[in-house]
């Protein structure tokens, strides 16, 4: 199901108040996702991932950016994200299983931050945010 | 079967003397059941569980909550034999209660966050990594008698 008006207004909520930090968050869940899910780092043999690298920051900024146009987008999804969607089945060759362990990482990342904010309706709505993001980046896949 | 280091063990402990597990058992539960409504076909007889505010105040569910992760704690105090110590509450999920092992896996995962947002700075990637094998571990624990 689509996400509702409300579930947009408390998703868009938060990133207006993470405003340019978003870069910030979403590279400190990739560090997170390395070291968690090791195996996630079989995708970035030429990268250097160790925590602070200026490549994990470079692939943070990049997620947020995505993230972001997502949000913008959200009627549609599948369109929106449609290169992204080739990109990582054509070229990367990225198992599904992944963005959700990328996912869960941003979750634990955006709780430690915003801790006040991050209630549960919060967290179902940014869940359910990032399910959606998932689904439609796999979309091309098969 | 899981062998934790000696470091991880540290890490899982130290945390755990500061849980307050009747406030984040409860919590953890509530987010389980708000954020994967699926998850309340388990909890019919919990009463009230129609919207967030209802479950994550329903006194049902904070007690379950507590139950929960109280048991959490057992696996904090047998690390090295996970699948002995949850064997008959295995038996239990799978015979009597029918709940799907994903539902465990979920939990843990939510129980990871609650952890994130309580401790804050001190939940560094480490501690989620040494956090993590052990939800996943008691989650496999208890999925091992399922026939």
């Known amino acids: 199901m ?9 998703v868009s909520a938060l990133w207006r108040k993470m405003g340019d930090n978003v870069g910030v968050y979403t590279t400190e869940a990739l560090e997170r996702t390395f070291v968690v899910f090791p195996a996630t780092k079989t995708y970035f043999p030429h990268l250097n991932l160790s925590p602070g690298s200026t490549d994990i920051k470079a692939h943070g900024k990049k997620v947020a950016d ?3 146009h997502a949000i913008g987008h959200l009627d549609d999804l599948p369109n929106a994200l449609s290169e992204l969607s080739n990109l990582h089945l054509h070229k990367l060759g990225v198992d599904p299983v992944n963005f959700q362990f990328f996912n869960h990482c941003l979750l634990v ?3 430690r931050h ?11 709505c940014v869940d359910k945010l990032l399910a959606h993001v998932t689904s439609a980046l796999v979309s091309k896949y098969r | 079967m899981v062998h934790f280091t000696a470091e991880e063990k540290a890490i899982i402990t130290t945390l755990w003397s500061k849980v307050n597990v009747e406030e984040e058992g409860g919590e953890a539960l509530g987010r389980l059941l708000v954020v994967y409504p699926w ?3 388990f909890f019919d007889t919990f009463g009230n569980l129609s919207s967030a505010s209802a479950i994550m105040g329903n006194p049902k569910v904070k007690a379950h909550g507590k139950k929960v992760l109280t048991s959490f704690g057992d696996a904090v105090k047998n690390l090295d034999d996970l699948k002995g110590t949850f064997g008959h509450l295995s038996e239990l999920h799978c015979d009597k209660l029918h709940v799907d092992p994903e539902n465990f896996r979920l939990l843990g995962n939510i129980l990871v966050v609650v952890l994130a947002k309580h401790f804050g ?5 480490k501690v989620q ?4 094998k052990m939800t996943m571990s008691v989650a496999s624990a208890l999925a091992s008698k399922y026939h």
């Open chain 1, 2 to 10: 689509a996400l509702s008006a409300r579930e947009r207004e408390v």
């Open chain 1, 66 to 68: 995505a993230l972001t």
């Open chain 1, 109 to 111: 990342t955006l709780a």
């Open chain 1, 114 to 124: 915003y801790p006040g904010d991050f209630t549960a309706v919060m967290q179902a």
């Open chain 2, 39 to 41: 998850t309340q076909r």
């Open chain 2, 121 to 125: 700075k001190e939940f560094t990637p």
């Open chain 2, 129 to 132: 990594a040494a956090w993590q």
